[in-house]
T-cell receptor, first 114, second 111 residues
């Protein structure tokens, strides 16, 4: 158990809908990272937040947005969902603010778009 | 373009048969090379971070090494519980695609 929690574990929705994924980092970690993992794309870095502010951006679509709240939990919002958005979404956390700090991954949220 | 590749794509070993996994990277400004283990349907589990060429790290049956162009994960006398997908990733200090994962090597260790 990494100490990172994600809810929900599974999410099934329809195209065009909007969903919110939630992540709670390990106690004391200030950075939260979001990743998407699909069969054809592998693991893709989406975005990083550090202590409430956006720190780095990867392959995140404009339909997706994230934020980190004062209590350090983070939410990833996915809107206008398409079939291709079906994937595992992972959150990770670390104590530092750099991408090369050791990251601890949560168990993931499996999103299915029908 | 920053890129991380891994070989082989899949590897089957007999228990006790040592081998190495390769991670090749072409990136600008490497800040760290990471190795993770991932079991099916679970999040990646951190194994090692290597920061500079020549660095080596060990943990139980695993040893990771780094050169200027590639990293190796050596598995000595593997056991069936070592079966997993092993991912390497490069942390790059550019604003943009900052953390690039390789596609992984799927390792199966047969008893």
């Amino acid at each position: 158990d990494s100490g990172v929690t994600q809810t929900p574990k599974h999410l099934i929705t329809a195209t065009g809908q909007r969903v919110t994924l939630r992540c709670s980092p390990r106690s004391g970690d200030l950075s939260v990272y979001w990743y998407q993992q699909s069969l054809d794309q592998g693991l893709q870095f989406l975005i990083q937040y550090y202590n409430g502010e956006e720190r780095a951006k990867g392959n995140i679509l404009e339909r997706f947005s994230a934020q980190q709240f004062p209590d350090l939990h983070s939410e990833l919002n996915l809107s206008s969902l398409e079939l291709g958005d079906s994937a595992l979404y992972f959150c990770a956390s670390s104590g530092g603010n750099r991408l090369y700090n050791e990251q601890f991954f949560g168990p993931g949220t499996r999103l299915t778009v029908l | 373009e920053d890129q991380v590749t891994q070989s082989p794509e899949a590897l089957r070993l007999q228990e006790g048969e040592s081998s190495s996994l390769n991670c090749s990277y072409t990136v600008s400004g490497l800040r760290g090379l990471f190795w993770y283990r991932q079991d099916p349907g679970k999040g990646p589990e951190f194994l090692f971070t290597l920061y500079s060429a020549g660095e080596e790290k060990e943990k139980e049956r695993l040893k990771a090494t780094l050169t200027k162009k590639e990293s190796f994960l050596h598995i000595t006398a593997p056991k069936p519980e070592d079966s997993a997908t092993y991912l390497c990733a490069a942390a790059i200090d550019n604003y943009g695609q900052n953390f690039v994962f390789g596609p992984g090597t799927r390792l199966s260790v047969l008893p």
